[in-house]
C-alpha cells in the first residue's frame, strides 16, 4: 500500500513539475476532474446528498515556529536583516511576499499559541481553533447593558456602542446581525456586531448610530431577541439614554511670584480665555479677557481674613484682548463691605463663574484666584479635640508669597 501511494505521488510531481505548456488542474485521491475553479482539490469521491467529497482530510506539517515576523525556521537568519538556507542568500521582503498563504501547524508554545497558522506577508496570523458547535450563551444580562458615549442629541447624528454582558458562553464564533430600527420613538438603529463567545461571561457588542429625535435623558429602549441563548424566547429589553454624560473637567493651574513682575508673570491663557492679575503685589484686581467678541455675563465672591467680604454679578459686552476686572459691568449689582480687589495681606480667596455668550461658542468658565504674603513658619493651630496650642518648636514651613489661579472649563 505504501509504494502505491508513493507512486501515486511520483505521478503528481512529475505531472506538476512537466513543462510550461502543461496548464493542468489536479485532483489528489481520486481520478475525478476537480472543480472548475480550483487549481488543486483534495477528494475520493463525487459529491454525496451532503456534499462531502472526502472520508479523510489532509494533514498539514507540524512546525515549529520561533519569530511572529520572519519564516523561520524554513529559512535561517544571515545576521543582516535577510534570510538564507545554507548558504544561499534570499531578500527578506521578496521571500515574505512570495510565501504570504504558506500554512502550518505551529507546535511551539513558548510565545505562540498551538494551532494552524497562516503567513501573512509580514506575521504569522493564528486561525480560528473554535470548536466546531454552535454559539450558545446562558443569558444576557440585559441590566447591566452600557451605552458609550451614554448620551445622545436630538436631530444630531449618533453613533456609539452598546456592550451587553453575558454569562456561561462557550467560546464559539457567533454572526452580526443587519442593522434595523428597533425603537421608531428615538430614530436610532441597532447592529450586532459578530465576535467569539468567552468560554464563561463576556460581553456582546452592538453598533447604535442614527438621527435621535430626542435628546438624553430621555430613554430609549432597544430589544434584543438572541437565538442562540439557552431561552431563545426570552427578549431582553435594555434602556439606554436616560443618563446625563460624564465628562472630565479641562483645566489649567497658573502660579506668580507677589513682585513688581506680577502683572506680566502672572498672565495665563486657556481655551478663550485669559487671566491676570493687575499689578500691585499686596492688594490689585484679578482681570480676564476674552480672546473672541463675545457676550459675558459673571458671578464674583472673595473671602479674606477679618470677614472681608464681596460679590458681584455683571454683565459684560466684551471685545477680545481687553482686560476687564469684576467691576466693569454695563449692569451689575455688589454686596459686601469692600472691592474686588485680592489683599494678599489678607490671604484672600475668590471665586468666579464667568459665562461666554456667542453663536458658535457657549462656554462657561470657573477661575478661582488666591494670594497670599510670604507667610513664617508657625505651629500647628489648634484642632478642637487639643483643648490648647501644643506651641513648641515650629512644625508648619514657611511660605514664599504666592499668587495662585484655577481656570477650569465646564461642558
Same mark, same amino acid.
Given at each position: ?25 489536479? /485532483? ?8 472548475? #475553479? ?53 531578500? *527578506?521582503? %521578496? ?51 452600557t ?8 436631530g444630531?447624528?449618533?453613533e #456609539? ?10 467560546g464559539? /464564533? ?16 441597532? +447592529?450586532?456586531? #459578530? ?7 463576556? +460581553? ?20 434584543? @431577541? $438572541? %437565538? ?5 424566547l426570552? $427578549? ?12 472630565? $473637567?479641562?483645566?489649567? *493651574? ?12 502672572? +498672565? ?15 492688594a490689585?484686581?484679578?482681570?480676564? /479677557? ?23 454679578? #455683571?454683565?459684560?459686552? !466684551? ?9 466693569? !459691568? ?8 469692600? %472691592? ?19 453663536? %458658535? ?9 488666591? !494670594? ?17 496650642? @501644643?506651641?513648641?518648636?515650629? /512644625?508648619?514651613? !514657611?511660605?514664599?508669597g504666592?499668587?495662585?489661579v ?6
Amino acid at each position: 500500500m505504501m509504494k502505491h501511494k508513493t507512486v501515486n505521488f511520483l505521478a503528481i510531481a512529475i505531472l506538476l513539475s512537466g513543462s510550461g505548456a502543461l496548464n493542468a488542474q489536479v /485532483t489528489i485521491g481520486s481520478d475525478i476532474e476537480p472543480a472548475s #475553479g480550483s487549481l488543486l482539490e483534495l477528494k475520493q469521491t463525487t459529491p454525496s446528498a451532503d456534499n462531502a467529497t472526502s472520508s479523510k482530510g489532509m494533514l498539514f506539517p507540524r512546525v515549529s515556529l520561533t519569530s511572529q515576523s520572519n519564516l523561520f525556521p524554513m529559512f535561517e537568519t544571515d545576521g543582516i536583516g535577510g534570510y538564507k538556507i545554507g548558504t544561499t542568500p534570499y531578500v *527578506k521582503a %521578496d521571500e515574505d511576499k512570495n510565501h504570504i498563504g504558506l500554512t502550518v501547524y505551529n507546535v511551539n508554545k513558548s510565545g505562540f499559541i498551538e494551532g494552524l497558522h497562516m503567513w501573512n506577508g509580514t506575521t504569522w496570523r493564528l486561525m480560528d481553533d473554535g470548536p466546531s458547535l454552535s454559539p450558545r450563551i446562558e443569558r444576557l444580562l440585559c441590566s447591566s447593558a452600557t451605552l458609550t458615549p451614554n448620551s445622545y442629541q436630538g436631530g444630531v447624528l449618533y453613533e #456609539g456602542v452598546l456592550r451587553v454582558p453575558y454569562i456561561g458562553g462557550n467560546g464559539v /464564533t457567533y454572526p452580526g446581525t443587519a442593522s434595523a430600527p428597533q425603537t421608531l420613538s428615538n430614530g436610532l438603529h441597532i +447592529e450586532r456586531i #459578530g465576535g467569539k463567545l468567552n468560554v464563561g461571561a463576556g +460581553e456582546i457588542l452592538y453598533r447604535v448610530s442614527g438621527h435621535a429625535t430626542h435628546s438624553s435623558p430621555t430613554a430609549a429602549v432597544f430589544e434584543l @431577541p $438572541i %437565538d442562540f441563548q439557552d431561552d431563545p424566547l426570552d $427578549i431582553c429589553a435594555v434602556t439606554v439614554g436616560n443618563q446625563a454624560e460624564i465628562k472630565t $473637567i479641562e483645566y489649567v *493651574k497658573h502660579s506668580a511670584l507677589l513682585d513688581a513682575n506680577i502683572r506680566t508673570n502672572s +498672565e495665563v491663557q486657556f481655551k478663550n480665555m485669559k487671566v491676570r492679575l493687575y499689578g500691585l503685589p499686596t492688594a490689585d484686581y484679578p482681570q480676564f /479677557t476674552p480672546t473672541i467678541d463675545t457676550h459675558i455675563i459673571y458671578q464674583y465672591t472673595k473671602h479674606g481674613k477679618g470677614g472681608v467680604n464681596f460679590s458681584r454679578y #455683571g454683565q459684560i459686552a !466684551a471685545k477680545a484682548d481687553r482686560w476687564y476686572a469684576f467691576d466693569n !459691568a454695563v449692569a451689575n449689582t455688589s454686596a459686601g463691605s469692600v %472691592d474686588a480687589r485680592l489683599n494678599a495681606a489678607n490671604r484672600d480667596i475668590a471665586s468666579a463663574l464667568v459665562v461666554l455668550q456667542h453663536n %458658535d461658542v457657549q462656554e462657561i468658565y470657573r477661575l478661582t484666584f488666591n !494670594a497670599y504674603t510670604s507667610v513664617g513658619a508657625m505651629a500647628p493651630t489648634t484642632t478642637l479635640d487639643e483643648g490648647t496650642n @501644643p506651641g513648641g518648636t515650629p /512644625t508648619v514651613p !514657611a511660605a514664599t508669597g504666592t499668587y495662585t489661579v484655577f481656570i477650569e472649563l465646564l461642558q
